[in-house]
Nanobody, 116 residues
Framework: QVRLEESGGGLVEPGGSMRLSCATS????????MGWYRQPPGRQRERAAT???????NYSDSVKGRFTISRDNAKNAVYLEMSSLQPEDTAVYYC??????????WGQGTQVSVSS
């Protein structure tokens, strides 16, 4: 079992910035692709951004140019820098990882609310 600890959510005004962090304390696992998904109110969960072990990133059209995903392989951590936030970015954000030999794991989710 791989437990993911998320942090960094909260309330921010439109146009503001926020950074999400996610990490596992496990050091005996290999994390392949890592990413962030989000679930807006009343909608299905959707992919926001992913990053491979080699640092190749992929973004949904809705966040491209505003969000930046990064990872620290030494810390088994992934980050999401969000800027120019808008009310439509309001969602529960979930950390996701693909662990070698074990499959996929999800974080518990962190609420991001964009409102004035």
């Amino acid at each position: 079992q791989v437990r993911l600890e998320e942090s960094g959510g909260g309330l921010v005004e439109p146009g503001g910035s926020m950074r999400l962090s996610c990490a596992t304390s496990r050091r005996d696992v290999i994390l392949y692709t890592m990413g962030w998904y989000r679930q807006p109110p009343g909608r299905q969960r959707e992919r926001a951004a992913t990053i491979t072990m080699d640092g190749v990133t992929n973004y949904s059209d809705s966040v491209k140019g505003r969000f930046t995903i990064s990872r620290d392989n030494a810390k088994n951590a992934v980050y999401l820098e969000m800027s120019s936030l808008q009310p439509e970015d309001t969602a529960v954000y979930y950390c996701w990882v693909h662990v070698a030999g074990q499959g996929e794991y999800w974080g518990q989710g962190t609420q991001v609310s964009v409102s004035s």
